[in-house]
Nanobody, 127 residues
Framework: VQLQASGGGLVQAGGSLRLSCTAS????????MAWFRQDPGKEREFVAA????????SDVDSVKGRFTISRDNAKNTMYLQMNNMKPDDTAVYYC?????????????????????WGQGTQVTVSS
């Protein structure tokens, strides 16, 4: 499966962006999917995911209440709506997919649990 992420860009603090991730394949609705982000020199950080079509968002204070994950299976596309953005949200955002359907809930936040990644889209939030 191939993933194409888009929607990144430059936004002022307090603004909003919506990222999109479009996947190839006929079984999109069955995929476990996630968004991660990464700053240079830092580990990839979990942001949000769908696991067995249940949505999960990071419970860290830096994300909670501001980011919303959604998906449109008819369009093979997953979204990340980011509101009230902060300079600390600046990162490359990646979408990822686990196609085997074997992921357990405790692995949702683990990047190693996903078998395909998009190319990443840069998000920059200015103060």
């Amino acid at each position: 499966v191939q993933l194409q992420a888009s929607g990144g860009g430059l936004v002022q603090a307090g603004g909003s962006l919506r990222l999109s991730c479009t996947a190839s394949g006929r079984s999109f609705g069955r995929y476990n999917m996630a968004w991660f982000r990464q700053d240079p020199g830092k580990e990839r950080e979990f942001v949000a995911a769908f696991w067995r079509n249940r949505s999960f968002t990071s419970d860290v204070d830096s994300v909670k209440g501001r980011f919303t994950i959604s998906r449109d299976n008819a369009k093979n596309t997953m979204y990340l709506q980011m509101n009230n953005m902060k300079p600390d949200d600046t990162a490359v955002y990646y979408c990822a997919v686990e196609t085997g359907g074997r992921m357990i809930l405790s692995s949702v936040k683990n990047p190693s649990a996903y078998n395909a990644w998009g190319q990443g889209t840069q998000v920059t939030v200015s103060s």
